[in-house]
């Protein structure tokens, strides 16, 4: 098969080494709503028309993701380019967990590009990625991030084996990186776990727990520091979920990073600090979402 050309002209490989690319702007309409002004979504991706919820911030558009393949699977290559136009709020995730599919060759990439304008509002956060056994993961995710802008990002991962038999994922490598239009980074975590060392549960590595989140938070000046604050006292009272919150460099905004025992723990903690840095940013707090 390996560059044998197909009747079309095309080999089979080189059909499986294309990248999938979707591209989502939104805008703010006269009125003050916003909306998807462009959109390209090609296949696995999928949108439902945008929601617009109680109690949060006037005109602000929820839109929810979802994937025509059930997940992740060998060979994929998707890439989502997503702009907040300025003056524009909007609350991107997904409808389920993407589940990552086991696979016998090769490995799945997913990258994901914000660009927040002045005065926008950007929220990114997908449920987890949930990590089968066998499965081989590069996913990226960077923010570009105008003065003047807002953006709360997160991502997390959790393990499942549905057979019962304890196996793990072969590896995950996870970048993230926040910067300013011009290039200059302000943020950038990047790791590479492969499942035999995640099933040691070595301390200092992820111990006791199965799940672990990244939040970042940009804001910036006095309002960095009330929004470490008011994250901190949320996920207090998270049972059995280890978190650490600091400040970004030149206090531009917040980090947490979670550890949870399982998902339901991971999430709760995540919709916490979530609910948190809104509230800090706008002065509302989230009605949950329905999922």
Same mark, same amino acid.
């Given at each position: 098969?390996?560059?044998?050309?197909?009747?079309?002209?095309?080999?089979?490989?080189?059909?499986?080494?294309?990248?999938?690319?979707?591209?989502?702007?939104?805008?703010?309409?006269?009125?003050?709503?916003?909306?998807?002004?462009?959109?390209?979504?090609?296949?696995?991706?999928?949108?439902?028309?945008?929601?617009?919820?109680?109690?949060?911030?006037?005109?602000?558009?929820?839109?929810?993701?979802?994937?025509?393949?059930?997940?992740?699977?060998?060979?994929?290559?998707?890439?989502?380019?997503?702009?907040?136009?300025?003056?524009?709020?909007?609350?991107?995730?997904?409808?389920?967990?993407?589940?990552?599919?086991?696979?016998?060759?090769?490995?799945?990439?997913?990258?994901?590009?914000?660009?927040?304008?002045?005065?926008?509002?950007?929220?990114? #956060?997908?449920?987890?990625? $949930?990590?089968?056994? /066998?499965?081989? =993961?590069? @996913? +990226?995710?960077? &923010?570009? %991030?105008?003065?003047?802008?807002?953006?709360?990002?997160?991502?997390?991962?959790?393990?499942?084996?549905?057979?019962?038999?304890?196996?793990?994922?072969?590896?995950?490598?996870?970048?993230?990186?926040?910067?300013?239009?011009?290039?200059?980074?302000?943020?950038?975590?990047?790791?590479?776990?492969?499942?035999?060392?995640?099933?040691?549960?070595?301390?200092?590595?992820?111990?006791?727990?199965?799940?672990?989140?990244?939040?970042?938070?940009?804001?910036?000046?006095? #309002?960095?520091?009330?929004? $470490?604050?008011?994250? /901190?006292?949320? =996920?207090? @009272? +998270?049972?059995? &979920?280890? %978190?650490?919150?600091?400040?970004?460099?030149?206090?531009?905004?917040?980090?947490?990073?979670?550890?949870?025992?399982?998902?339901?723990?991971?999430?709760?903690?995540?919709?916490?600090?979530?609910?948190?840095?809104?509230?800090?940013?706008?002065?509302?707090?989230?009605?949950?979402?329905?999922?």
């Amino acid at each position: 098969m390996n560059g044998t050309p197909t009747p079309a002209g095309r080999s089979e490989r080189s059909y499986f080494d294309q990248p999938v690319r979707a591209h989502l702007v939104f805008s703010r309409d006269p009125v003050g709503r916003t909306y998807v002004s462009r959109q390209y979504m090609p296949y696995p991706f999928h949108i439902c028309r945008p929601l617009y919820i109680e109690h949060d911030p006037p005109g602000m558009a929820t839109l929810y993701v979802q994937s025509c393949s059930a997940g992740l699977l060998q060979h994929d290559d998707l890439r989502t380019s997503i702009v907040v136009e300025p003056n524009a709020q909007v609350h991107y995730t997904t409808a389920t967990p993407t589940i990552v599919h086991s696979m016998e060759e090769s490995q799945a990439k997913q990258e994901t590009f914000i660009e927040a304008l002045p005065e926008s509002l950007a929220e990114y #956060l997908p449920e987890p990625l $949930i990590l089968f056994p /066998r499965s081989r =993961l590069r @996913s +990226s995710l960077c &923010v570009s %991030a105008h003065e003047g802008s807002s953006v709360i990002a997160g991502e997390s991962f959790l393990l499942h084996d549905f057979s019962g038999a304890d196996g793990v994922f072969d590896w995950f490598e996870s970048e993230m990186q926040i910067q300013r239009p011009e290039g200059t980074v302000l943020a950038r975590d990047r790791f590479r776990l492969s499942g035999d060392l995640f099933r040691e549960r070595r301390p200092g590595v992820n111990g006791e727990f199965a799940a672990q989140g990244s939040l970042v938070v940009l804001a910036g000046g006095q #309002l960095s520091d009330a929004i $470490i604050g008011a994250i /901190r006292d949320e =996920l207090a @009272s +998270s049972a059995n &979920v280890y %978190a650490g919150v600091s400040a970004l460099r030149d206090r531009c905004g917040v980090w947490t990073r979670l550890l949870a025992p399982n998902g339901l723990a991971l999430r709760g903690a995540m919709v916490a600090a979530w609910a948190a840095a809104r509230e800090g940013l706008t002065g509302l707090s989230p009605a949950p979402r329905r999922k």
